[in-house]
């Protein structure tokens, strides 16, 4: 079992930057494709982005595609969402997931057995 905790959200204007990161403890990090979805009000958790338990791909919802970068750093058991461009529809709650399945480059939410509480980000026009 693995916990995860987001952090790094917050308020940014259209345009800007911001870094997400989700730091795992418990079962080592490393066996774990991780992935990023998001939830803005209203609204169904949708896939964002995710990466495999070693971190030489990438796999991106076509939204946030060119604009968000998934990586990993599995010494500091933490995976990041560095998110550039930021676009007042990228507002959304912003969940860490992760999954020991075989394929890594899943958008099914139900793939994923591990879940972040979430961080809050929130882009003004």
């Known amino acids: 079992q693995v916990q995860l905790v987001e952090s790094g959200g917050g308020l940014v204007q259209a345009g800007g930057s911001l870094r997400l990161s989700c730091a795992a403890s418990?079962?080592?990090?490393?066996?774990?494709?991780m992935g990023w979805f998001r939830q803005a009000p209203g609204k169904e958790r949708e896939f964002v982005a995710a990466t495999p338990w070693g971190g030489s791909n990438t796999y991106y919802t076509d939204s946030v595609k060119g604009r968000f970068t998934i990586s990993r750093d599995n010494a500091k058991s933490t995976v990041y969402l560095q998110m550039n461009t930021l676009k007042p529809e990228d507002t959304a709650v912003y969940y860490c997931a992760a999954h020991t399945g075989r394929t890594w480059n899943v958008r099914v939410r139900a793939e994923y057995a591990y879940w972040g509480q979430g961080t809050q980000v929130t882009v003004s026009s």
């Open positions: 418990g079962r080592t990090f490393s066996s774990y494709n």
